[in-house]
């Protein structure tokens, strides 16, 4: 071990600082400083004045060590991939909220593309994100079609295949608390807008609905369903439909629908009518997006833990990563009803008739 204590040659302003201009500095080989830096094993070996001298140094010249060094050794990029439909939309921006903190709390950076439900660029980025040397990837509301060769968790994903969990609110819990919130406030005569098939919760989601109104004895006219055709995360999702189930001439009492900005849609369609909400039509969100407390009115809406979803999702890969855990295909998160000014029992007075 060199014992040699008095400074060599500092680095100039602007030169890079590595193991070997620290070592030039100190008098020490780049090993030594290695092991100190690392903490490595065999570093008990070094004398404590020499690992001090070691640390004061590298804080001094604000010493960060290779990033690819690190990865070529430890054969890690403490990386992953995150993919999302649109990175402005409330959904994707709140899970993404939730995975950030819990990579940024342990270490690992993300990289993040937007495929625009396209799917040639669902196809096209994991091998682009791949190429990167991330270790496992995310999918936040993006179908999978088939398993990669990395460990995978797909947020609110539901196909069952090799290498993916699935990390899903319960749709049948959140089904039965959106119906039989409005049941029992006598709602009989519901619409519903279905969600399209680009959305990896719609078929789920629809399932479940059907289901649990069978069970609630009720009935559900072909008259009174509206598919959401546009791939779109502003009001005019529902905006239309709603507009279309007016001019149906539908005799609906509240609408249960997709999610929290179709929702704000609806009531904009309603208010257009002349049609109060929830004086004339209750309205049923999904989400609880940050602006569903603030809407006028504050929407009656399902509560997706979004921030916490994406958490999990962040904690299970990092666990698959480190080879630390193994998962079921599915992880189910529990939703919760959120009652606000949205929805109240129907008026007995109010008789709709045939609109033009």
């Known amino acids: 071990m060199v014992k040699r204590t008095k400074p060599g040659v500092a680095p100039q302003p602007g030169q890079p600082i590595s193991l070997r201009t620290l070592g030039e500095y100190l008098n020490l080989s780049p090993a030594t400083i290695s092991l ?82 396209k799917a040639d660029l669902i196809e096209e980025y994991p091998r682009l994100l791949i190429d990167r040397s991330v270790e496992g990837f995310i999918f936040i509301d993006t179908i999978l079609e088939k398993s990669l060769n990395l460990p995978v968790v797909a947020v609110a994903g539901h196909r069952k295949i090799e290498g993916v969990t699935n990390v899903v609110l319960d749709q049948r819990r959140a089904a039965e608390l959106a119906l039989r919130h409005l049941y029992q406030l006598g709602h009989r005569k519901i619409a519903f807008m279905r969600g399209g098939s680009h959305s990896s919760d719609a078929d789920d989601r629809w399932r479940c609905l059907m289901a649990v109104a069978r069970e609630l004895k009720l009935a559900v006219p072909p008259e009174l369903v509206v598919p959401l055709e546009l791939r779109i995360s502003t009001p005019e999702l529902g905006f239309g439909p709603t507009n279309e189930l007016i001019q149906r001439s539908g005799d609906f009492t509240a609408i249960v629908c997709y999610n929290d900005v179709s929702a704000i849609g609806a009531i904009r369609a309603c208010v257009n009518h002349g049609i109060s909400v929830p004086g004339d039509v209750s309205i049923v969100g999904f989400d609880d997006s940050e602006s569903a407390a603030f809407h006028n009115p504050s929407l009656t809406t399902i509560r997706q833990p979004l921030a916490q979803m994406g958490t999990v999702a962040a904690r299970i890969l990092l666990q698959r990563i480190r080879g630390q855990a193994s998962f079921p295909d599915i992880v189910p998160i529990n939703p919760e009803l959120i009652i606000r000014e949205s929805t109240c029992p129907p008026n007995p007075k109010r008789a709709r008739g045939k609109r033009s």
């Open 36 to 117: 100190v830096l690392n903490n490595a094993p065999g570093v008990r070996s070094i004398p404590q004045d020499t690992r001090d001298r070691v640390i004061a140094a590298a804080v001094k010249f604000d010493y960060r060590p290779s990033f690819y060094a690190r990865s070529l050794r430890k054969r890690q990029t403490y990386t992953v991939g995150v993919l999302v439909p649109e990175l402005n939309d409330s959904y994707s921006a709140q899970v993404l909220g939730g995975v950030e903190a819990l990579l940024i709390e342990e270490g690992y950076f993300y990289l993040t593309a937007s495929h625009h439900r």
